[in-house]
């Protein structure tokens, strides 16, 4: 069966319950009252029916139908429990808004008294326009939560009193990890969102810190670390091996030079574009390497800086 997207609306409608949407705030008549009154109500509130309660028990509901019968009969002053509708379709409480959306579709009804379970007493109404109402409510919430969420991220650093605040953040690359290969980039990548970084800058951080990644799994035989230290104006990111070296740094600089294996070719990768691609994203970048003692590699980039 194929997939289907699931939209933020459709997803709320699974989460909400019916009594975060519902109107609380009932109106609601006596079986004796005359349904001229009731003509009266609903006139002045401006709604199309109401619930009808017996000593706080739900027994019916009266409808702007129920009163345009009334009136074609000329019976205005009888009694509403004689026009009321006493086969109820009811909703509970604690049920979820897809249900009473289903429920809607399937009868026609504009409206459904909503009870809660286990008392079975009235706690309020539910109609589209309150289902429409609660969900952009909702949404609007979760909006201000998510943008409130990101100021706080952007201020972070400004919420810390400290002369040297840092974040310091540590992964550790196995080597021909096929299967984890770019998770560590990825998660870091995430981290960096949740503290506001802005999206152009993070680009690069990603592409770079991915390169490095890769390098790591693919180019030492014990794998490697990467050390990443945030604060406030820069991020630096430290990667170190203990593999077997690199003969030449300045040829290694060279785009397309690539010392890969054929089989690591096969697979797309070892291109010689990764320290290149590093170089071009760093604001700035150092590399190291000793034979037989592994390599350093160091980048750098100013935060906080906004671009094209």
């Not at 286990?118 to 539910?126: A, D, F, P, V, Y």
Request: charged share 25%.
């Amino acid at each position: 069966m194929e997939q289907q997207d699931v939209t933020k609306i459709q997803e709320l409608y699974h989460e909400l319950r019916i009594d975060e949407v519902m109107t609380k705030d009932v109106i609601a008549v006596t079986p004796q009252i005359p349904m001229r009154e009731v003509q009266e109500i609903l006139r002045q509130h401006r709604i199309s029916g109401l619930p009808v309660l017996d000593d706080g028990q739900l027994i019916g509901v009266v409808s702007l139908a129920d009163l345009i019968e009334t009136l074609e009969a000329r019976q205005i002053d009888q009694p509403v429990r004689l026009h009321m509708t006493q086969d109820l379709e009811v909703l509970y409480g604690d049920e979820r808004v897809i249900s009473a959306i289903r429920k809607l579709q399937k009868t026609g009804f504009g409206r459904f008294p909503v009870v809660d379970r286990s008392s079975r007493q009235l706690i309020g109404i539910l109609t589209q326009g309150d289902i429409i109402k609660g969900t952009l409510q909702k949404l609007d919430m979760d909006y201000r939560r998510r943008e409130l969420a990101n100021y706080r991220a952007r201020h972070f650093f400004q919420d810390i009193v400290s002369q040297d605040t840092s974040i310091v953040l540590r992964y550790n690359i196995r080597a021909r990890d096929f299967v984890h290969g770019g998770e560590a980039s990825s998660q870091f990548k995430r981290s960096l969102q949740n503290l506001g970084i802005h999206p152009s800058v993070l680009r690069r951080i990603a592409v770079a810190t991915y390169e490095a990644e890769m390098n790591l799994l693919l180019h030492t035989t014990d794998g490697g670390k990467i050390h990443a230290v945030i604060r406030p104006a820069e991020l630096r990111i430290d990667v170190s091996d203990h593999g077997p070296g690199i003969p030449d740094v300045e040829q290694a600089m060279q785009p397309g030079f690539s010392t890969a294996e054929e089989w690591i070719r096969e697979m797309g990768f070892g291109a010689g574009m990764g320290l290149t691609n590093i170089q071009r994203c760093s604001d700035e970048m150092s590399l190291a390497s000793k034979m037989g003692r592994g390599t350093y590699l160091q980048m750098r980039f100013r935060l906080g800086q906004e671009e094209g």
